[in-house]
């Protein structure tokens, strides 16, 4: 649905050719929803049964330009006021392979953890350099401003995004470890309760033998 709406939003500002939506998209988002053209082509075929685009003229033999309705806009209008809904959440490899380990025996639960620690803190770290960059090419004269801050937001929520992985993978060893401290410390307690009852038991049968003899 975001590619649906995304190729709108840049289709108000001007009618565009298939080819030229892909690269603005990608040129907005810094290429990290990378789309082919196939997928261009088929929402845009989507949005024209839902009258939502049209032809327009000035297109050539080998490429159709097109351009928002009016019908597109209040579409649009109406995106851009409604929140987007985290009330379904997508699946998640990460959450998915986790509550998977704690349940598989001979698994190594906090080495997936810290394995995966290692990887988000790398990936943060090359956001926040990318970050950097594009901060300063926002500070070059010349530069499209409006790009560049699509651009950062989008890197900044992926910055976001991997410090609160980070944050979540950190409560998930503690949990780990909390959770076998308290095993361990359960373990004699329950030792200490099968003693009595199997010094009673070596009693009885004490006494039994005595009663025989």
Known sequence: MSIRYGLLALLESGPRYGSQLRAEFESRTG???PLNIGQVYTTLG????????????????KQQLYAI?????????AWFARPVDRSQPSRDELAIK???????????VRGIIQGQRRHTLKVMQDYTRLKARALAAAQEPGGDAGQDIAWLLVLEQLIFHAEAEARWLDHCEARL????????AAA?????R???????????SFAERGAAS
């Open 31 to 33: 290429a990290t929803w």
């Open 98 to 108: 986790l509550a998977m380990a704690v349940g598989s025996p001979g698994v190594d």
């Open 46 to 61: 989507r949005l024209e049964r839902d009258g939502l685009i049209g032809p327009e003229g000035g297109g050539d033999a």
């Open 188 to 192: 004699p307690t329950a030792a200490t």
């Open 194 to 204: 099968a003693v009595p009852a199997e010094a009673q038991e070596s009693r009885d």
């Open 69 to 77: 309705t009016e019908a597109g806009r209040r579409e649009l209008g």
């Open 177 to 184: 470890v909390r959770l076998a401290a308290e095993r361990r």
